[in-house]
């Protein structure tokens, strides 16, 4: 299989298939990602697909067993055979045999994709949460819109919402309201308790931790930083359940209450995210949603059989995947 650009206009796409722009590789050598990556290159039109395969030999191989199947063609004019071989795999076997091959390939490669998808979220599923129910203070980074903070109680509820800016001239009103949610925080917990805060991971979030570490010291509570992965937070906050549970917050604010209830228990709110957005799988959005949606269910009935559940402060999702009950 070869792959070459499209294009030498688009930036965009050169820099995102700069790997495959002049790609060469057997077909059956090539790795999952490098198959996965040049159908969606092809379907984005940002490089051509091309087999190269040897004509000759495959003329010789069809002839060859065409003799084999049926001894009675031997009685043709080696002539007439030759030339209805080198039509029919010129016109029809060529093409059909190559695009057969690439989709069983694709297949493959989904399959495969498939099951790390199943494998990462078992695992991300049944992560350790933490030791006991604590309150925990949790922060969605951000630049200009701000850092989203929420401070969650022991089983996950809402205790504050509130969006912190910190850059500029607003510093240091978001450093007083910073430090004012970790003492709001602190007084709920015991004296000797360190403050736990999930951050979440994506942008902003070394100038994150380090405002977090400069307000910390300047107000004399020590926290103990979590990273948390965030992927799919903002999808969840403007999911339908997320809008029942916060119907007068916007969802820019309430993304933050995903990335702590993560850190208290993954397994109770990784279930609410849907499965494209959680970021565990390869190339998860070129897989079928259906099976996708059907992986996470299943996986997720498995994690909670192993591990069970707490019917008194679980949410209706977690009761849903426990087996044997329905809504």
Not at 91 to 106: A, E, H, N, S
Request: with cysteine.
């Amino acid at each position: 299989v070869k792959t070459t650009s499209c294009s030498d206009d688009d930036d965009t796409a050169i820099n995102k298939y700069r790997n495959y722009q002049d790609f060469s590789c057997l077909l059956v050598r090539c790795k999952d990602f490098q198959v996965l990556a040049i159908r969606r290159g092809v379907q984005q039109k940002a490089i051509k697909i091309a087999f190269d395969v040897d004509g000759e030999k495959m003329k010789r191989t069809i002839q060859w067993k065409v003799r084999q199947l049926h001894p009675w063609m031997n009685r043709w004019n080696g002539q007439v055979m030759e030339d209805a071989i080198q039509d029919a795999w010129s016109r029809l076997l060529r093409r059909r045999g190559t695009t057969r091959l690439w989709m069983l390939k694709c297949k493959e490669a989904e399959e495969r994709a498939m099951q790390v998808f199943q494998d990462n979220l078992r695992d991300a599923l049944l992560a350790p949460p933490l030791p006991r129910p604590l309150h925990v203070l949790a922060v969605d980074p951000g630049f200009k819109a701000g850092n989203k903070c929420a401070i969650l109680g022991p089983n996950g509820n809402v205790v504050r919402l509130e969006t912190i800016s910190y850059l500029g001239s607003q510093r240091a009103n978001g450093m007083k309201r910073l430090g004012e949610l970790l003492q709001n925080v602190k007084s709920m917990m015991n004296n000797d308790e360190q403050v736990v805060v999930a951050l979440g991971n994506g942008s902003g979030s070394q100038e994150g931790r380090a405002l977090l570490e400069e307000v910390s010291n300047k107000v004399g509570i020590p926290i103990d930083i979590h990273l948390v992965n965030e992927a799919g937070a903002s999808v969840w906050s403007v999911t339908q359940a997320a809008k029942d549970e916060f119907p007068n917050e916007p969802p820019s604010a309430i993304a933050a209450v995903s990335i702590g209830r993560r850190l208290q228990n993954p397994l109770h709110d990784l279930i609410k995210v849907p499965p494209k957005s959680l970021g565990l799988g390869m190339y998860q959005h070129d897989l079928s949603e259906k099976e996708l949606d059907e992986k996470l269910h299943l996986t997720s009935v498995d994690a909670v059989a192993t591990v069970g559940v707490d019917i008194n402060t679980c949410s209706t999702e977690i009761l849903q995947k426990v087996p044997g009950l329905t809504k």
